[in-house]
């Protein structure tokens, strides 16, 4: 079993920055790691994910070349750096371990979850 813990949300005016951890206890070694996001009345987003080694990164169309996920598996800990930040980015963020296969950017391939951080931008 594992256990993430998401930190690093509050609020911030347009075009602001945050950084975003996701602390990991257990097994996520190796393991592809993703953000999602929700925002009230919406489904949930995907954001960002990285593969177990990090080398290998993908985004969502919506924050591609403002959002940066990296990870230090020594430290067991996922980050997102958000840049250029929009009132459209308000949302509960949160990170995910993906066990799945298929399709990155899908929320069902992903089977441990953290309770979310709070992300909001004032414009």
């Known amino acids: 079993q594992v256990q993430l813990v998401e930190s690093g949300g509050g609020l911030v005016q347009a075009g602001g920055s945050l950084r975003l951890s996701c602390a990991a206890s257990g097994r996520t070694f190796l393991y592809m790691m993703g953000w999602f996001r929700q925002a009230p009345g919406k489904e949930r987003q995907f954001v960002a994910a990285?593969?177990?080694?990090?080398?290998?990164?993908f985004y969502g169309d919506s924050v591609s070349g403002r959002f940066t996920i990296s990870r230090d598996n020594a430290k067991s800990t996922v980050y997102l750096q958000m840049n250029s930040l929009k009132p459209e980015d308000t949302a509960v963020y949160y990170c995910?371990?993906?066990?799945?296969?298929?399709?990155?950017?899908?929320?069902?391939?992903?089977?441990?979850w953290g309770q979310g951080t709070q992300v909001t931008v004032s414009s």
């Open positions: 990285i593969n177990g080694n990090g080398d290998g990164t």
């Open positions: 995910a371990r993906r066990s799945g296969h298929f399709r990155v950017s899908a929320s069902s391939e992903y089977d441990s």
